[in-house]
């Protein structure tokens, strides 16, 4: 795998190097060792999968709040997305910006959002499946969210007009939830 630091410090696109023979390919797309060696958190405590009938369809702003914190490895296993992360860590240099990967079924790239970050995407096609792998269980009670086009973060989507669920299109602006 390469690890390719993004311009947010500790958050990673990670490629997979494919081994290619007749039948196809093979490749790793998870090491604890190669992820401790990166300084990455290589807990997986929970998997997701997201399925997204409609191109346009926003999924976010999420994060959880300590102690439950969680590191997000993402993957498009079907389909296509525009995913944006935000740092929120407030000693960070760069907190409150974003930086934004197309994930693709067809690039196999990942992306690794470390604690404390804030995470959501856009899909590009019908039909688009995400894998997460989570480094924390799901805990409703410190789940928070800000709203997809909050001012605070200034985020470029790519449709200004998404498919967004009820929840996350009234998530309060950034402020006025941040790590209560």
Not at 170 to 177: C, E, I
Request: hydrophobic share 35%; net charge negative.
């Amino acid at each position: 795998m390469r690890f390719i630091e993004t311009k947010l410090k500790g958050a990673y696109i990670i490629e997979p190097e494919p081994i290619e023979d007749e039948r196809g390919f093979f490749a790793r797309t998870f090491c604890a060792r190669e992820f401790e060696a990166h300084g990455l958190n290589p807990c997986v405590a929970q998997c997701n999968i997201s399925y997204n009938k409609k191109k346009g369809t926003l999924r976010g702003m999420h994060y959880q709040v300590a102690p439950h914190a969680e590191a997000k490895l993402v993957r498009c296993i079907r389909g296509a997305i525009y995913d944006v992360m935000v740092d929120l860590r407030t000693e960070s240099p760069t907190f409150k910006q974003w930086a934004s990967v197309e994930l693709t079924f067809d690039n196999q790239h990942m992306l690794y959002i470390p604690e404390n970050f804030m995470h959501g995407f856009q899909t590009l096609t019908d039909g688009t499946e995400v894998f997460y792998q989570m480094s924390e269980s799901y805990h409703p009670e410190y789940a928070r969210g800000a709203r997809w086009n909050d001012p605070a973060f200034d985020i470029r989507w790519l449709f200004n007009k998404p498919i967004i669920s009820e929840k996350d299109s009234q998530y309060p602006d950034f402020g006025d939830n941040f790590g209560e």
